[in-house]
């Protein structure tokens, strides 16, 4: 909301997404400036090393079109599919422990051994119980991000001012109206970026846990050619993976922003 002559004036959905759109043109020049950097360290290089950035996107695109034969669809399964139950349990345990501060004490212990682990542990860990499955992947995602979607929703909860709080008492709101006008704005507003790095976590996660632990994904077909030094298809993968998280949040994080903050203008 801009306030012009103590006066305020609300922007269309249409109006902030343009400005962000044209905000991103930024982004997109450092894209291309981090590609001449790349054509210029191949150029010094080879091939072998750091392969053509040209030769990447071309096979980036391949991958793509045939999705199928190189196992995309597969990887993003056990990703969105790991994160959405880390997004719940975080959730549901970090409101419990918001309402029941016994239950606070209980959990905060395990949240600090299991964030003192290593995810590589976990990946071996879930070999030995669960072997070559998707179960396997999906429980290292699960066991490596919930612990911080846990984090972002107990914050969330406790920086609701206590003012507001009490207001919502004196005016005896419903439960309903309290969920929609109090803690949906303060919650959503630690749990869309939290949700965005969760599933950017998710996708390290799958691929790290494919690459040691699985014979389909991508990060078994990294592990592919990294047995046959194809650096391009390793760098193409990567790539898909950074398009794959960008698309991620403009299509649906800042539009979720966009259509909730109404008066938040500079996102």
């Keep these: 909301m801009l306030i012009t002559n103590n006066k305020s004036i609300n922007r269309s959905y249409f109006t902030r997404m343009l400005d962000y759109c044209f905000s991103s ?6 894209f291309f400036i981090f590609l001449s ?18 030769n990447v996107i071309l096979k980036a695109l391949e991958i793509i079109k045939n ?3 190189f196992d995309l669809i597969i990887s993003l399964k056990r990703a969105f599919i790991g994160s959405f139950i880390s997004l719940c349990l975080g959730i ?3 409101i419990i422990s918001y309402k029941f501060k016994t239950f606070l004490l209980f959990i905060k212990p395990i949240i600090s051994i299991n964030l003192s682990i290593a995810p590589i542990a976990w990946v071996v860990l879930a070999l030995f119980w669960f072997g070559f499955s998707d179960f396997s992947v999906i429980f290292v995602v699960i ?6 979607t846990f984090s972002c929703t107990l914050n969330a909860l406790n920086d609701i001012p206590k003012g507001l709080k009490d207001m919502a008492k004196i005016y005896k709101f419903s439960k309903k109206s309290l969920f929609i006008n109090l803690y949906l704005p303060f919650s959503l507003a630690h749990l869309l970026p939290a949700s ?13 846990a494919e690459l040691l632990g699985a014979n389909n994904g991508i990060g078994s077909k990294i592990a592919d050619a990294r047995s046959f030094l194809e650096n391009d298809v390793v760098l193409a993968y990567l790539l898909i993976c950074v398009v794959f998280l960008a698309a991620f949040e403009f299509l649906i994080i ?3 922003e966009l259509i909730i903050y109404k008066d938040k203008t500079n996102v």
Excluded: H, R
């Design 254 to 256: 800042k539009n979720l």
């Design 143 to 148: 066991i490596c991000t919930y612990a911080y």
């Design 92 to 94: 549901v345990l970090g």
């Design 37 to 54: 950097l790349w054509q210029i360290a191949n150029y010094y290089t080879s091939d072998f090393i750091l392969a053509n950035p040209q």
């Design 67 to 69: 999705y199928d034969e």
């Design 25 to 30: 043109f930024i982004s997109i020049g450092v």
């Design 196 to 208: 965005l790095i969760s599933i950017s976590n998710a996708f390290k996660l799958t691929i790290m």
